[in-house]
């Protein structure tokens, strides 16, 4: 038959065996006259969405029978032969042996080519094994050598090996050095569920106990799979091939420089097994000593300690076997010198100064002058064995002086960069908001919705018409509804929505008074609640939202002049001088946020200015100008008890005793107060809010309070706490903080630890630059934030792992004495009898205190260390603890 | 739109270790005498073996990674360059984000030039082997490409190698020219503060965001956000090509444009000193940015003379190890200022390598289809395409709106006429970090269009009236 109505019939309705039985005896020409209504067919079914993959199956067979050509027949099995499930009988369907069937059947002469070509198409990541177990198939049938590429191999190593089937055909065997080549195979070769009864590295000896597989072959591409820079997973399987193989010392003797290349650069898991194996060698037949000093030095310079600490341990044994060489091993053991960490620092100079004795004169001069980078008791300990150690240029006695914040960009003076610049603002997520523009943005919607309106409408509607996320309805529309959501997000949009309509209200009419709508939109977001900071950002946005519509204004008020926040008093009064010129009042939001910006000093000058005014504002200006803008509310940090937990919409107060900080209005109240504006944190709260609360403008919030910088910490320190646990990019805000002004104290402490306890690399080095703007600026008060980090460390909570090479940066970067001064605070709340258990890695940090208390030479005795330093044993703890009651008694 | 090339090696490269012969097979390409099938460049022996091989193996690895979306593919084959007194081993990564050469300098070869020129050259699997088995005790002869005579007596039979050259690999990796020609140094480390450094960085590629490097003392801190003098280091997982060298380093430079605060991430170089010999890695300014989209040529290839300047340098050119701007400029009749931009122009077709140590072009031909280097930039493509239906209309206030689809995007520029910003999504996206969108190009090119119809004009109406 060759009716493609009847074909199609049975493709749509029936199953792959009728399809197959339909293709059986056709002639070629009969099978070429179907081609193009096959074609037409899936060209229409795509069309149809989600009907297609139904037909894969039976279209796998009919393109298997008439479709000509090993080219043609590999896109088309490419594409549609997938196994599939029977739904109604409960078991798969497997189109493999039928297509195979019908392309037999052919008598072609194409198959070995369209089992290279299928082979060929098969992508290593996504192999498709139905495909695979084809061309599987199409190499028992047709004889040919299996198919060698990746994607194929990684299919092959997804499979059980089964030595019967290696018995039959021999010929897979070479694919088997090909698994070692491709990263999807090597990781596969080793957990895939296929391989619960025996996983592909325990096959292999059995293979070649079996004589299918040689044995050299075998560990030298399993050697070659190890050398490759491949993902960790992949490295596992290979390394699990070499353990299985166990290896020989012959053969390790026969790869020994195989094993040398992967020890510079390799996993660590890798190289520490490499070092094993050629130890395990020397031990039994003596390396030279050329190849000892490359290991030596190809493996002292690698950063893990346990691979550090062994092949020191190896070039001391090796010194005792060979007497002869001690110079050339001193020499390699002192690459390790340059190690950072001070215990493996110390160990090396201990395993040197061992064959002090036994070394000539060059060779102690030489060991001299690598010394120069050591820590001060170190040196002194080389100096005594071989002569006089100059230290090495010694790092800037100081942190550099603080970069100068960025400038703040010209204002936008155009309908289309403004334009531009809002478009710029919402590429990424709102959380990354760049606050310097949106400070000018929001000052050109005003200044540009008051002076060009229809420039801004021409230029601004297109663009809003793309965007999914300005709704696409008028003001009218925007109306208060009970469920909205209300955030920063909605209020921005709200701007834009304004500057798009004509105004209601004459340039300069009175900001509206309370009515109904305020009120209930006042309402909308006590329901939300929201911390301080983001309530006032988007009362200020929702401010100048209605202010566009009802009381538009040329400039807004509170526009900073410089990017960390701040507003020069005379720019302040100079905006004032053309409200009163031009007869209009400022929005009340946007003048107190005006006002919370300008600096914390007095100035007559522009205070009399101010005064001259004669209005309201100018009023109020005048009274700030001359108190100068600091008030400061009382803010608490350390372990506080208290938290407030919000369960199930139940509020509840909880007794949960945190390290963490809160703000208080002041009391009796004061103009000024920046609680006021940006809201109090009057019960103890270590989590940022819940999804729905969630800051999204977080950045902004800084530049809120730019002399005010320890009550917006205490506002982010829940928001940095969260980023100890998970979540990226919060840095920034650090280094906001830290260019701001006003006092420093123990909550910015707070926000700047756990920063430096940052989940992201990228956020603790942003900690880091913080503490070092600090320092810069002469305000890295070590012993005022010593106290709550060693709270945080003594109770566990701080992972010093992370910490630990954070603060080493900062002393690197010049801040040494103020982080001593901060850790002599510190350590006594970590060391017994404050804590019961020392946490984890304490031993890091007392070496950085041996390090920095010998650079700075600013100690006294710390006598919570002798507990410590008393107990027996030698510990990296216990030995740290010693070398630091040591050197602070010196 | 992807491109295709065939590598035809005589034999496939190959190591022996007992005889001690390093034979690097070489397929296409131009020598002095023009284009050769297989061309022989040097013959005599490596002075430093172990360091070379590695360096060798280095290159070979950022030709076959893809470090952006790791993923194995065929990788195409370094290009090596002999340029007179050195020979210089070129790749780029399959993600179109690292770039890796290694110059094998005069002190480091033993042996005789026989030509200059361009070609590529066969890594393979046994060879990367046998590379890594390189001891130090043993010498290693050389021979990049293979005597005729050799090759008919020798055994191994001729390698076709098929592989993909999507026109963004290649114009990546001559955008790295361009881009690396505006970078100054910005750090020196001595070998063991190298080792710090490169060994104290984050290794996953987790750490994918952009971080940077500050010159502090004798070294470099890793920092959050820029400085001036800060070099940008973007994924520093991609460095790893450098690790295995370290034990042999004799110093690392680092390399950057200049920056200030707020700046956006940017390209960064990373020399390691070694002797006889330098590998450098250039990174691209993200992980999942690839050269291509760096937009740095796109003022280069709008502009006019360049073209026809660039062709008459590009015959003067001799595969020089130092082009000299100065001595170019006298051979050219041409003004310096000009020389410069068509150096641009050559680097944007792949026909100049840039050297950060000797702060200076070299010749080189990349041996690949010239057409699929100078295939218009995607961005060009549509402005050239803007411009030519007449999409772009100007308001009175010098704005230029460029309609697509219908939807205006309104262009500013500023007083010297450079575009200022565009309401677009690529400007959006990128600023002015990644070159002019299209719109601005559109714009540009519009602008031009006109000046050059008002000269034509005025000079046919000057014409007109001087007949007069």
Known sequence: ?890 | MTGAHVYHYPRPSALDLPSGRLALETSGGTALAGPVANPRFFTGFLTSPVIAAGGLQSVAQVARTRYYQPDQLAWRDPVVTGNGDRLRFESFSGCCGVYARLDVLSEGLDGEMLDRGTTNVDINEPLRRMLARVGSGDPLHLAVGADELAVSTLEGVAVEKKVALPPRWLRGFAEVQVLTAGFEPRAELSPMDAARFLRGLPSTSRASGAGWAVPFGRSLRTAARPTPGAVCLAGPQRLAALLPLLPHAKGLRAYGPAVRAGSPEVASAWELALPGMRLVLVLSPEVRRGFSGEGAVLDALTGGEVGADADLLGALLNFEPRVEVAELAERAGLPMPRVRAALVGLGTSGRVGYDLAEAACFHRELPYDAGLVDKANPRLRAARALAAAGAVRWTERGVAVVTVDEHPHSVRFGPDGAALSCTCTWWARHRDGRGACSHVLAAELARDNDNDDNSELSALTNGMASDD
């Not at chain 1, 060991?367 to 080389?382: E, F, H, I, Q």
């Not at chain 1, 390090?851 to 008393?870: H, I």
Request: glycine letters at 8%; charged letters at 20%.
């Open chain 1, 1 to 890: 038959m060759t009716d493609w109505a009847e074909l199609r019939e049975l493709i749509v309705h029936r199953g792959m065996g009728d399809v197959a039985a339909a293709m059986d005896g056709l002639s070629a020409a009969e099978r070429k006259a179907l081609v193009e209504p096959l074609r037409a067919h899936v060209k229409q079914l795509q069309g149809d969405f989600g009907i297609l993959w139904n037909q894969r199956t039976t279209l796998a067979v009919a393109g298997a029978g008439v479709l000509s050509g090993a080219a043609a027949m590999t896109s088309w099995q490419t594409r549609f032969l997938f196994s599939a499930w029977d739904h109604e009988n409960r078991r798969p369907i497997e189109p493999v042996p039928v297509v195979l069937q019908v392309l037999r059947d052919r008598e072609v002469d194409w198959l070995p080519d369209l089992a290279q070509r299928l082979a060929d198409r098969m992508r290593a990541r996504s192999a498709n094994p139905t495909v695979g177990r084809l061309i599987e198939e199409l190499v028992a049938l047709t004889g040919i050598a299996p198919p060698t590429t990746d994607g194929f191999v990684a299919h092959f190593a997804d499979r059980r090996g089964d030595l019967d089937r290696f018995r039959a055909e021999p010929r897979w065997a070479a694919l088997v050095p090909r698994m070692f080549e491709v990263d999807v195979a090597m990781n596969d070769m080793d957990y895939h569920p296929e391989h619960k009864a025996g996983s592909w590295p325990e096959f292999f000896p059995r293979l070649i106990e079996a004589g299918l597989l040689d044995r050299e072959v075998v560990l030298d591409a399993c050697l070659g799979g190890l050398h490759r820079a491949a993902p960790l997973g992949a490295l596992r399987g290979a390394l699990k091939a070499y353990r299985e193989l166990a290896v020989t010392k012959e053969e390790i003797a026969a790869h020994t420089r195989d094993l040398i290349a992967l020890l510079p650069a390799a996993h660590s898991t890798v190289a520490g097994t490499a070092q094993e194996e050629l130890r395990a060698l020397d031990e039994s037949a003596p390396l030279s000593i050329e190849v000892l000093t490359e290991i030596g030095g190809a493996v002292l310079l690698r950063p893990e300690k346990k691979l550090v600490r062994a092949q020191l341990d190896w070039l001391a044994a090796v010194a005792k076997r060979e007497p002869a060489q001690v110079d050339e091993i001193a020499r390699t053991l002192s690459v390790a010198f340059g190690q950072s960490a001070a215990d493996l620092q110390e160990r090396a100079v201990k395993t040197v100064l061992k064959l002090a004795k036994q070394l000539s004169a060059d060779t102690a001069a030489e060991l001299a002058a690598a010394a120069a980078l050591l820590p001060a008791d170190l040196r002194g300990r080389v100096a005594t064995a071989f002569g006089p150690v100059s230290p090495a240029e010694p790092a800037p006695a100081g942190p550099s002086p603080a970069p100068a914040p960025r400038e703040m960009p010209p204002p936008i003076d155009s309908a289309e960069e403004l334009v531009a610049e809002i478009g710029s603002l919402f590429t990424g997520i709102l959380d990354d908001i760049d606050p310097v523009a949106l400070e000018r943005v929001l000052a050109g919607m005003v200044s540009i919705a008051y002076t060009d309106r229809d420039g801004l409408h021409e230029v601004l509607a297109p663009q809003a018409a793309r965007h999914h996320w300005i709704p696409q309805h008028d003001m009218a529309s925007m109306a208060i509804a009970a469920d909205r959501f209300v955030n920063e997000y909605s209020e921005f949009v709200g701007i834009l929505i304004a500057a798009l309509q004509l105004p209601v209200a004459p340039p300069g009419a009175p900001y509206p008074p309370a009515d109904d709508a305020t009120r209930e939109w006042e309402a909308l977001v006590d329901k939300w609640f929201m911390p301080g900071p983001q309530r006032a950002i988007t009362r200020r946005l929702h401010e100048i939202a209605v202010g566009i519509n009802r009381a538009p204004r040329p400039i807004l008020l509170a526009t900073p002049t410089g990017s960390t926040g701040l507003i020069e008093p005379a720019e302040l009064a100079r905006r004032l001088r053309r409200a009163a010129d031009e007869g209009w009042e400022p929005w009340p939001a946007d003048l107190a946020q005006a006002l919370l910006r300008l600096p914390r000093t007095p100035d007559p000058a522009a205070a009399a200015q101010a005064a001259e005014l004669g209005t309201p504002a100018g009023a109020l200006l005048a009274q700030r100008l001359t108190a100068g803008n600091a008030v400061d509310p009382p803010v608490t940090a350390g372990l506080l008890g208290s938290e407030q937990r919000t369960m199930f919409g139940r509020e509840e107060i909880v007794t949960v005793h945190h390290v963490t900080a809160t703000v208080n209005p002041c009391s009796p109240a004061v103009a000024g107060d920046p609680t006021a504006f940006a809201g109090a944190l009057p019960r103890p709260q270590r989590w940022a809010f819940g999804y729905e609360q969630q800051a999204r403008m977080l950045a902004a919030w800084p530049m809120m309070l730019p002399a005010h910088r320890e009550v917006m910490a205490v506002h982010l320190v829940p928001q940095f706490f969260e980023r100890t646990r998970s979540g990226r990019g919060d840095g920034g805000l650090l280094v906001a903080l830290a260019e701001a002004d006003g006092p420093v104290g123990p909550a910015l402490g707070l926000a700047l630890t756990y920063g430096l306890a940052a989940r992201e690399t990228a956020d603790r080095n942003a900690a880091v630059d913080a503490l070092l703007i600090l320092a810069g600026r002469g305000e890295l008060d070590g012993a005022l934030f010593g106290p709550n980090f060693g709270l945080l460390v003594g109770r566990g909570e701080l992972p010093l792992n992370r910490v630990a090479p954070a603060l080493r940066e900062l002393a690197n970067a010049g801040a040494g004495p103020q982080l001593w001064a901060m850790l002599a605070a510190a350590l006594p709340y970590t060391l017994p009898p404050a804590v019961d258990k020392p946490a984890n890695r304490l031993a890091d940090l007392l070496a950085l205190g041996v390090e920095l208390a010998g650079q700075t030479g600013d100690r006294k005795p710390m006598p919570e260390l002798d507990s410590l330093a008393d107990r027996k044993g030698s510990s990296q703890l216990v030995v740290q603890a010693r070398r630091l009651r040591e050197i602070l008694a010196s």
